[in-house]
């Protein structure tokens, strides 16, 4: 059965902190892994990784794939208040291409 | 452009009845999908469509209905509620299938089904 396993569950920081958000996989036929944000309505697109080893960047976002060891992480330096939502990891595959979407990280961060 | 649109913001239902989740997008997106999210458990499919015409299954698809039957609308219909659909529904639509491109999704819609 196709999984995405997301740790920690949820993480408390204080602002300046630099976090680290873990995804760990297994999609059959797998394409691709992808980050979303969602604060209080509806999920955002962060980043889509489809190469292993290839670090993508947004400001102080950044993201990394390994698909030997099938796990991604997201880092956020220099965290603000601004950052604290649900941050979603999905592995998309399958026949059809859909997405299976691990539980999410609840990231907080305190002034 | 308004994106994806999902009417009602809110609804609120008794066992048994049944009712619509309406989903709009304007973006002239082939892919359209329903997820559901429940506290803790993340975002899980209830059915997608790729295209006019065309729905399946996804991975929570019991007690729910779809068709597609133009490339704007993409309705998700409660055949008869129960406690258990009790959740936070989210309509998606992308150019293609999820695993290709980002997804834009739809305000959501609370159900209570009480």
């Known amino acids: 059965e196709d999984k995405v396993v997301q740790s920690p569950l949820s993480l408390v920081v204080h602002e300046g902190d630099t976090v680290t958000l873990n995804c760990s996989y297994e999609v059959t036929n797998f394409r691709s892994l992808l980050w979303y944000k969602q604060e209080k309505k509806a999920p955002t697109f962060l980043f889509m990784l489809?190469?292993?080893?290839i670090e993508k960047k947004s400001g102080r976002l950044s993201s990394i794939l390994d698909k030997k060891e099938l796990f991604s992480i997201l880092n956020i330096t220099a965290t603000q208040t601004g950052d604290s939502a649900i941050y979603l990891c999905a592995g998309g595959g399958g026949s059809q291409g859909n997405l299976i979407f691990g539980k999410g990280t609840k990231l907080s961060v305190k002034p | 452009n308004a994106g994806v649109t999902q009417t009602p913001k809110f609804q609120v239902l008794k066992t048994g009845q049944s009712m619509t989740l309406q989903c709009a997008q304007d973006m002239n997106h082939e892919y359209m999908s329903w997820y559901r999210q429940d506290p803790g458990m993340g975002l899980r499919l209830i059915h997608y469509s790729v295209g006019a015409g065309i729905t399946d299954q996804g991975e929570v698809p019991n007690g729910y209905n779809v068709s597609r039957s133009t490339t704007e609308d993409f309705p998700l219909r409660l055949l008869s509620a129960a406690p258990s659909q009790t959740s936070v529904y989210f309509c998606?639509?992308?150019?293609?299938?999820?695993?290709?491109?980002?997804?834009?999704f739809g305000p959501g819609t609370r159900l209570t089904v009480l």
């Open positions: 489809t190469s292993s080893g």
């Open positions: 998606a639509s992308s150019y293609q299938a999820g695993a290709y491109n980002e997804q834009f």
